[in-house]
Structure formats: structure tokens, C-alpha cells
């Protein structure tokens, strides 16, 4: 594990789902070999740089609650539910309440599993889209719809996560902020110059610059932010529609234009998501990992 250093860099931040006020306590010079935090203050979360027991303890004493999303449409379900669901109770948000909310066609075929103390399933059938995009793309309006009729409720917090996903190590607290983004494994050590933005000037997700490449697997912060997420990327992928045009990388694009507009409170390494087929020195623990895709078998409709 890599040695937290003595002094530390207090962020003090607010949740506008939440009355109290969460100290953050970090540790930004202990990574000198990556960055740490960006030009507008928002922390990178590394391994080195926080102390899980400091999180762990505000949270709760916070009464934090989160709600996790993922959809499994397809053979998805078969393909990677019960590995992403059964990974998740040993390594997300342990400790605090956790509802996954099961976004699928085929509520029947969801797999039981064992679910810790205060940490719960609910299953909502969805419509099938005939194209794997349009799934990607639409999930932003169920997102929306639910935490508008549901989730405002009863969680502080949002995460909504691709299900072709392991969890390996610790995912928790340490990643909730007011407005969550993820570096992607595969950019964050690119030339800007080399970042996948839509650059068609007729989408809504036209981006010339930007400050980072952000990956769509995984998103989050407090209900309000999340929600407000979700309505601008839905909104714009329906003007794309109206107009004939998709976006480059379908939601993805439209998730790194609002990050660019509205910039992220806290950034997520690419350990939180990360590529094995990749071999980087930087990366000292991997706490999610991509699984195996087989896209030829997974995207053909069933």
C-alpha cells in the first residue's frame, strides 16, 4: 500500500442532498508521479492520497445513502449480472445503505443473491430497444424518471454503473462527491490532441477542446446532480434525434459535454474502471475491472 504522507489538504464541500457538511481529508502531494487534483480544485482520486477510515466515519456519521443503477438488457443479464452483483456486495460503499436498482427486460431472470444487513435489490422491467446505442443512449430518461418519482427520497447519493464490470478492491466512500466523473483507462495518459470528442459541429456533443476524456461506465454524485446529468444528456441525444445525428460515442459524448461545461467536483483514477489488457506503473490497485467483451455475440438481438 502506498504510505499516506503527514500533512494533508482539507477540502470542505457540501451536498446539496445532504445538510451536513463532509471534511474531506487528502493528501494531494502524495502521488507526485500522477495529478492529483485539476485546474479548478477538484481532487483525483488515487490510491495514497486518502485514509478509508476518515471517509468511512463521516459518511456514516452523515447517514450517507446511495443508490446504484446498472442495466442489463440482452444477453448482458446472462452474460455479466451476477458477476457485477455478487462482486459489488464484497467491494462497494460497504457500510453504508445500498439499494441496486436491476434496470432490465427480463425481471424473471434476474439471479438471487445474498445481500448484506441495509443493502438492497429492486428489479424494473424497461422496454428492449432493438439497437445496443439506443439502449446506452435512453438510459439517461430512466435514470431521470426514477430519481424524480423515487430516489430523491430516500438516497443522498447516485451511481450509475455499466454492467459488463468486476469489482476487485474497495469502491467506497472515497468516491462520493457532490458531482462524480471517471477518467477513462484508456485516455488519461493522451495528448488532448488524441481524445475521442464528437467532432461533428451538427451534434449537440460537438467538443473542439475539453479538459479530460471522461468514461461513461461510471457516474455519480449527490440525486440533484446526478438527475441534472442525466435531463442535459437526454435532452441533447433527443435534439441529435430530431436533427438525423448521433453522437460519436452515443451517451459517452454527451456525458464529456456537460463535464466540460459543468465541471465535476471529484474525478475517479482509472483504477476505479480499469482496462487489464493495459500495463501501467501508476496503477497500484484496481478496485473495478473491465470484463471480457464479446460483441459480436452480445449486441445481436435476442
Known amino acids: 500500500r502506498h504510505k499516506i504522507c503527514c500533512s494533508k489538504h482539507y477540502v470542505l464541500s457540501a451536498s446539496k442532498g445532504c445538510l451536513s457538511l463532509c471534511l474531506y481529508l487528502l493528501c494531494l502531494r502524495a502521488r507526485s508521479a500522477v495529478q492529483t487534483q485539476t485546474d479548478w480544485k477538484a481532487p483525483i482520486m488515487w490510491e495514497g492520497i486518502w485514509e478509508p477510515l476518515d471517509y468511512d466515519r463521516i459518511h456514516a456519521d452523515n447517514k450517507t445513502s446511495v443508490a446504484l443503477t ?5 444477453r448482458y443479464l446472462e452474460a455479466y449480472l451476477e458477476t457485477f452483483l455478487v462482486s459489488a456486495e464484497k467491494h462497494f460503499m460497504i457500510g453504508l445503505p445500498v439499494m441496486y ?22 428489479v424494473i422491467r424497461v422496454e428492449r430497444h432493438s439497437r445496443w446505442q439506443d439502449i446506452s443512449m435512453m438510459r439517461m430518461k430512466t435514470i431521470s424518471e426514477l430519481i424524480d418519482s423515487e430516489m430523491k427520497y430516500l438516497f443522498s447519493h447516485v451511481f450509475c454503473f455499466d454492467v459488463d464490470q468486476r469489482f476487485m478492491g474497495r469502491f467506497g466512500s472515497e468516491a462520493l462527491g457532490e458531482s462524480v466523473a471517471l477518467l477513462h483507462a484508456h485516455y488519461y ?9 464528437d467532432r461533428n459541429p ?7 477542446i475539453g479538459d479530460y476524456y471522461y468514461h461513461a461506465a461510471i457516474f455519480g454524485g449527490s440525486w ?17 434525434k430530431q436533427n438525423d445525428v448521433e453522437a460519436l460515442w452515443h451517451d459517452e459524448s ?17 483504477e476505479y474502471c480499469w482496462d487489464m489488457s493495459l500495463n501501467r506503473k501508476d496503477i497500484f490497485v484496481t478496485r473495478l475491472i473491465w470484463a ?4 459480436n455475440r452480445l449486441r445481436v438481438p435476442k
Not at 446498472?70 to 440482452?74: P, S, T
Not at 434476474?110 to 443493502?119: G, M, N, S, T
Not at 495518459?189 to 470528442?197: A, S, V
Request: aromatic share 14%.
Open 101 to 122: 436498482y436491476v434496470f432490465t427486460e427480463r425481471p424473471n431472470d434476474v439471479p438471487k443473491i445474498d445481500l448484506a444487513p441495509h443493502r438492497y435489490l429492486r
Open 224 to 240: 440533484g446532480s446526478v438527475k441534472a446529468i442525466a435531463d442535459a444528456c437526454l435532452a441533447s441525444i433527443i435534439e441529435d
Open 70 to 74: 446498472v442495466f442489463a438488457v440482452g
Open 189 to 197: 495518459k493522451l495528448p488532448k490532441n488524441r481524445f475521442t470528442y
Open 202 to 208: 451538427k451534434s449537440k456533443a460537438f467538443m473542439e
Open 254 to 270: 454527451h456525458l464529456n459535454k456537460y463535464f466540460w461545461i459543468h465541471k465535476p467536483s471529484k474525478l475517479l483514477s482509472p
Open 292 to 295: 471480457p467483451k464479446d460483441y
